[in-house]
């Protein structure tokens, strides 16, 4: 598996992710060899939040593989904190408590990336900047991001938070594309041209920040996967076409086309399939070429002016 360097930090780590929220739904054997099947492929981020089956899926993942030290500093451990039911909480009363708790479960004493969730809309950067430096401090997180913000709400964080914030994890997918379409779509009067993430993909290459795709194979609001579904018969040709010239499977080539992105952009994997990972894995060797990429983009139902 190829690497990836997160952000402007020292971190690298494979290329393609693992996200654990669905890990509380499998069983321990099940949880344990997903888990192991990553580490073999070279996949050593795994992504939790304190809200994945309301905290058992952090707790599932530890006790599948019986978290000690030794494992544990194989692999990069990011959770994040901020969702709460009905409502979104940056406190730092708040941002605290969620970390002590997941170390908990984690059974860690240390996480490697905090993102916080989603935007709350009553943020108070100077709040945040305080948790950040006290949990940087006591050694509890060695590195920060965010999840779900536009440019703007970074740089009202970034006027008070002293740590770098390397991570924006957002929703990209073949098939989930704002953050491309209004780019090659300019000024023009059609819907695709609209704006609706304060152009995140520049701004984040501007600022050395690595964007994570969260939910890489489904379409709509985690509606289910677009990869081998009827209702989209002719991007899955396309994958389907690829696949075979490229002797790996349609999910691999649909998460070659995020990495093909300049923007260095790293897939979070949500499956608990440990034959289904190692497939997606072989996306690390496939290289797309400028025209199967836009074709990819075209039979994902996109025009271009
Ligand atoms: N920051 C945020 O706001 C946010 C929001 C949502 C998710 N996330 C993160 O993103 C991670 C991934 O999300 P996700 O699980 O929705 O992503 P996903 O990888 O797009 O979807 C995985 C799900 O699709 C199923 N699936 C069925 N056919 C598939 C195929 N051909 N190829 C691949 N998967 C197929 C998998 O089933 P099997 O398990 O049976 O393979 C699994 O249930 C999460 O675990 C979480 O860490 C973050």
């Known amino acids: 598996m190829k690497k990836l360097k997160l952000g402007n930090s020292s971190l690298e780590v494979g290329e393609i992710s693992l996200g654990c929220m669905r890990m509380h739904a499998v069983s321990k054997e099940d949880a344990r060899n997903v888990i192991e099947n990553a580490m073999e492929e070279g996949i050593d981020l795994f992504d939790h ?6 905290g058992k899926s952090e707790e599932a993942f ?13 692999m990069i451990l990011q959770t994040k904190c901020g969702i709460r039911k009905g409502f979104f909480d940056f406190s730092k009363e708040h941002i605290l408590e969620s970390v002590d708790n997941s170390l908990k479960r984690l059974k860690t004493d240390y996480i490697d990336i905090l993102l916080l969730h989603r935007p709350d809309a ?46 924006n994890q957002l929703q990209f997918s073949l098939m989930h594309t704002p953050m491309i379409d209004a780019g090659v779509n300019v000024n023009m009067q059609n819907d695709p041209a609209t704006v609706r ?8 290459r501007l600022n050395d920040m690595t964007i994570q795709a969260w939910s890489p194979f489904q379409y709509g609001m985690i509606k289910g996967p677009f990869v081998g579904n009827e209702q989209f018969p002719e991007v899955n040709e396309k994958l389907q076409e690829l696949a075979e010239e490229k002797g790996v499977t349609d999910s691999a080539i649909a ?29 690390s060797q496939v290289e797309l ?10 039979t994902a139902g996109n025009e271009l002016p």
Not at 49 to 54: E, K, L, S, V, W
Not at 142 to 152: E, T, W
């Open 197 to 204: 993430d304060g152009s995140l993909i520049e701004y984040s």
């Open 49 to 54: 939040a304190d809200i994945y089956g309301g």
């Open 255 to 283: 998460i070659a086309w995020i990495l093909r992105h300049p923007a260095k952009i790293q897939p979070v994997v949500g499956t608990m399939t440990p034959q289904r990972l190692s497939d997606i894995a072989k996306a």
């Open 289 to 298: 070429t400028r025209e199967e990429w836009y074709e990819l983009y075209r």
């Open 62 to 74: 530890a006790d599948a593989i019986d978290m000690n030290p030794s494992i544990r500093e194989k």
């Open 122 to 167: 009553l943020v108070e950067p100077e709040e945040v900047a305080e948790a950040f430096t006290k949990l940087k401090e006591s050694g509890k997180v060695c590195h920060f991001g965010i999840s779900n913000q536009n440019p703007m709400q970074i740089e009202l964080l970034k006027k008070y938070v002293k740590q770098d914030l390397i991570i």
